[in-house]
């Protein structure tokens, strides 16, 4: 029998910010905590830290590009407790400047995770979603940055109030077959796949929030959010923030009190909204 105990769960959490986001939740969520990551072993090592600082957040495999992955966690959760009560979808990657990979690659790999992968994640757990429900949805403020580099037609197809999720992923997939033959500046894209997977990730949590205020489970709340610079392997540390002072927007995020009318569908950045969809 399913457990009506509250569950909170965040994507890619054996180090980095989510690593920080679980510790934080494991001291403020009235409710279980999973710590989830592609690796078995890390993720138990992970758990293990956390043991030693006397807190005690649970472990799940996922690999958010795996749909097998995918489906044996909602499973579990369903018959575990039945639902879910916050998701902070932190999984994600980015190339270092200096790697040798083609622009092609770089742009299909990183939207392939970062903004597919995600989208999946959110396909799968949101009829999981119970009323009252919190998704964080990490993007980054490059994503503000790459829009401002594409062609003010570009910008319009993203930023269209009545775009909906089918028609952002067309536009994703124009850049990376775009990337793919070297015309994605012709077409209006800039030179930032990273930038663009993130774009990706906020304008899908803009498209959320408007699908999800029509759904009949009551004030569930759906923001993507920036940690900022942090000082992660992501960044090869070289950000200003640590992990916890990275972690805290998506905390605050994940905690929105009942019947929070705002940050709702908006793009957050040190407890500040950016911008609305």
Not at 47 to 61: C, M, S, T, V, Y
């Amino acid at each position: 029998m399913a457990s009506n105990r509250k569950v909170s769960l965040v994507t890619g959490s054996n180090k980095g910010v989510g690593f920080a986001v679980v510790r934080a939740l494991c001291k403020s969520y009235e409710g279980d905590v999973f710590l989830t990551s592609r690796d078995v072993g890390r993720g138990q090592a992970a758990i293990a830290d956390l043991n030693k600082e006397g807190l005690q957040p649970k472990f799940h495999q996922l690999d958010i590009n795996d749909r097998s992955s995918l489906e044996r966690l909602k499973s579990f959760l369903q018959t575990t407790y039945g639902g879910l009560d916050v998701l902070v979808n932190n999984a994600g990657i980015a190339y270092k400047d200096d790697d040798p990979a083609p622009f092609s690659e770089r742009a299909e790999v990183t939207c392939k995770t970062n903004f597919w992968a995600t989208l999946d994640v959110c396909r799968v757990l949101f009829p999981l979603l119970r009323p009252h429900a919190r998704v964080v949805n990490v993007s980054s403020m490059s994503c503000q940055s790459a829009i401002t580099k594409c062609s003010p037609a570009v910008q319009g197809r993203f930023k269209d109030p009545c775009l909906m999720m089918d028609g952002l992923e067309k536009i994703m997939q124009e850049f990376v077959d775009a990337a793919k033959e070297s015309t994605h500046q012709d077409q209006g894209f800039p030179n930032m796949p990273y930038g663009m997977s993130k774009i990706g990730v906020t304008v899908m949590s803009f498209i959320q929030d408007r699908e999800i205020r029509k759904d009949s489970r009551e004030d569930i709340v759906i923001n993507a959010c920036s940690p900022g610079r942090v000082a992660t392997d992501m960044t090869s540390h070289k950000g200003t923030k640590t992990i916890d002072e990275g972690a805290d927007t998506l905390v605050y995020l994940a905690l929105l009190p009942l019947n929070t009318t705002s940050p709702r569908g908006s793009l957050v950045a040190d407890r500040t909204i950016q911008n609305s969809g």
